[in-house]
């Protein structure tokens, strides 16, 4: 409904900026399926963190999956729920439970790209098409073992002067 509707009309900067659903949802979805699920650093000098001593050149690696998937963080880890990420509740995240992105001097030069063009394809194919579960469609997504991808069936129908055509 974000979308600017059928027939697919132009799309601009400030109307994708504005879909604050969609914008939640492909947070909720990078939470589930970070595309880097872990990040590293290497300590330049010793330093002594929380009464743990980090060696200098040690590599610390920062579990992104797991952060991103703790109960005691997100309630319901599992769970697809974009309201995580809608205005009220997105301000409460702290920023180290969240990092798809990474963090720091040296996180993603291509984020703010990556996001555009993320929302940009989603409402050019939303515009055009409509998606819907099937019996084949796996609701908790498997990760194909070494592949780093995922399969998922869904039913596909096109729009036609703004109603479904039948055709799957
Ligand atoms: C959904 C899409 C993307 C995700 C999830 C992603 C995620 C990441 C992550 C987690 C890092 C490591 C950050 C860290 O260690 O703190 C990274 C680094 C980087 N990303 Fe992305 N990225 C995406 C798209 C892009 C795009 C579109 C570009 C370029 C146009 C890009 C360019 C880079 C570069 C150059 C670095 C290395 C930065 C550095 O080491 O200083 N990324 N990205």
Redesign the pocket.
């Known amino acids: 409904s974000e979308s600017s509707g059928y027939p697919p009309g132009p799309i601009d900067y400030q109307t994708l900026m504005d879909m604050e659903y969609l914008d939640a949802a492909i947070n909720e979805s990078?939470r589930l399926y970070?595309?880097?699920n872990r990040?590293?650093?290497v300590a330049k000098a010793s330093v002594e963190i929380n009464n743990l001593l980090i060696p200098k050149d040690m590599v610390v690696m920062v579990p992104?999956w797991p952060l991103h998937r703790n109960p005691e963080i997100w309630p319901e880890p599992e769970k697809f729920k974009p309201e995580r990420f809608t205005k009220g509740n997105k301000e409460t995240i702290d920023p180290y439970t969240y990092?798809?992105?990474?963090?720091?001097?040296?996180?993603?030069?291509?984020?703010r790209?990556?996001?555009v063009?993320?929302k940009l394809v989603m409402t050019k194919i939303l515009q055009r098409f409509s998606f819907s579960v099937c019996n084949e469609t796996e609701v908790r997504l498997q990760m194909l073992t070494f592949q780093l991808c995922f399969i998922l069936t869904v039913k596909v129908r096109p729009w036609c002067d703004g109603s479904l055509m039948n055709e799957t």
């Open positions: 990078l970070p595309i880097v990040l590293e650093r992104v990092m798809p992105f990474g963090m720091g001097p040296r996180n993603c030069i291509g984020m790209f990556a996001l063009s993320m």
